[in-house]
């Protein structure tokens, strides 16, 4: 069953947004195997989408952009000084 995850985050500010997307570009060179990962930083916006035949991969995928995303959050921002409410939110469709 093909399956596909959109997901955005939205971040307060372009710099934080190419800045997150400096952070998970190198763990998504890589996609795994039988998976499509399209990743595009636009102004505040940063635009994921995965697609693969298994659904356990995308999941799997899209949980670990989140998880590295509350990463970058709770520490690259915090060590700044920002409030964690500057990098925006996520949506995911």
Do not use: Y
């Amino acid at each position: 069953m093909m399956t596909t995850v959109s997901l955005t985050i939205t971040c307060a500010h372009a710099d934080i947004c190419g800045q997150l997307a400096s952070v998970l570009a190198p763990d998504n060179k890589g996609a795994p195997r039988g998976m499509l990962l399209k990743m595009a930083a636009k102004k505040e916006a940063l635009r994921f989408q995965m697609t693969s035949d298994s659904p356990s991969t995308t999941v799997s995928s899209a949980l670990a952009v989140l998880r590295d995303a509350l990463l970058f959050q709770e520490v690259w921002l915090l060590s700044r000084g920002e409030r964690p409410e500057s990098m925006g939110g996520a949506e995911i469709a």
